[in-house]
């Protein structure tokens, strides 16, 4: 009976992972900087689209130089406004093919561009069984510790099971369904603001256009390494 009823957990399972392949996913992912969620300066927003085991991430809203009223004092002791620079990334492409095992990401700041071509990370997740729920969406808490440029950051991940898609914002992925939000110590926050699910049609991904040679993830923390 144990055999049985084991069999058939894994069967339905399985037709559940195929369902969600021939189904287009599209979702808003809102991506604040310094922790600042209300200050439109700091934001950004994400379109994200999940179509037959492929996954594209495009920058939509915000980027770029911008400029926030600041007030200075001068040497006489006097204030003065001054318009301060506002350096967000002017374009973020993420593209992931999971039969494939590959990720392409690319990252433009001004007139600067780097991009990144490799496999997936591993990340290694603790799952916990606190829940919250996210645009509609019952979420389990997953927590994480990586290493990017020579720095450890602390991740908190909600995921809704739900969405049987093990992907996320970024180049987050690797949970038992989509990940609707992200946070680090880095006060950078991920959070999903809309989501969509079409279970009739299916969308052909086409990998983006690259814009200069890429690098491994390796190759790219030890060229940006802080301090290099």
Known sequence: MKVIVKNLFVFVFVIIGLTCRSQIVEADYKMTFNGKYNDSLYNLELKYIYSKGKSLQELSVGGGTQYKDTLLINPDGELYEYKAPIVLPSDIVVYKEFEKDSIYMQHSTNDEVRAIKDAFLIYDWKL?????????????????????????????AWYAPEINISDGPRDFQGLPGLILEVKSNSKIYLTAIKIKINSESELDLQSPEEEMFPVTYRQYNMIYRRGN
């Not at 916990?128 to 908190?156: N, P, Q």
């Open 128 to 156: 916990h069984d606190d829940s919250k729920t996210i645009l509609g969406y019952t979420c389990k808490k997953a927590t994480t510790t990586i290493e990017r440029v020579g720095v450890l950051f602390e991740i908190v």
